[in-house]
């Protein structure tokens, strides 16, 4: 029996949940609700925003055909290195516990909910999982990262995961000032008391 066949199953699994949580969903119900749309990657709101868009593009279809390839053909089409057991099932319910912080941030900040930066004024969201961290969407991205490396531990994995954390820092620093040309005193006060992506860490200076 394989050992890797709960994983090719599961892992497209995650990668549909992940899709359909953060991309889908969102974006229709704030649609419907407020008829204003999420996506904002597109624009040229701030300097590289629209540079980011295209990168977060790429790197979500390149992991999306990494994950697809190792479900269809097996784990020797992507180099699949030898790794213990248990490192798989660990990695598959990493991923779903970072798809679970996404689906209950982007639902705790409403109508501020954006994938990307817009120009409209947002209000600040400092309660839920923002009250102990500034990014939770992108802690759940990084674990949800994490847990493919674990699942999936290869050469293109790492390197497509260290991508994508590499993108998601820069794009929090774009996102840190436009919010604090927004928001002034208030963002730089609540960013010296919460921590970016882990309570604690990465708190900015006053």
Not at 22 to 31: D, I, Q, Y
Not at 74 to 86: E, K
């Amino acid at each position: 029996m394989d050992p890797f066949a709960p994983t090719r199953v599961l892992l497209p699994l995650l990668l549909l949940a992940f899709v359909a949580v953060l991309l889908v969903w969102p974006v229709l119900r704030l649609r419907r609700e407020t008829g204003v749309w999420a996506v904002t990657l597109h624009r040229g709101t701030t300097r590289g925003n629209r540079l980011m868009g295209l990168v977060f593009l790429a790197l979500v279809l390149a992991l999306s055909v990494l994950i697809v390839r190792f479900s269809v053909y097996g784990p020797g089409s992507v180099g699949v290195w030898a790794a213990p057991p248990a490192l798989a099932p660990a990695g598959l319910l990493l991923g779903a516990a970072g798809l679970l912080v996404i689906a209950v941030a982007q639902r705790q900040m409403g109508r501020s909910f954006r994938i990307g930066i817009d120009d409209a004024r947002t209000e600040l969201v400092r309660q839920g999982l923002f009250a102990r961290v500034r990014n939770p969407i992108y802690s759940g991205l990084l674990a949800i990262l994490l847990g493919v490396a674990l699942a999936v531990p290869c050469a293109a994995s790492l390197l497509l995961g260290g991508a994508a954390v590499a993108a998601i820092a820069v794009h929090t620093r774009l996102e840190e000032r436009h919010l604090l040309a927004q928001h002034g005193e208030a963002y730089r006060a609540y960013a010296a008391e919460v921590g970016r992506f882990l309570p604690g860490v990465g708190r900015l200076r006053a």
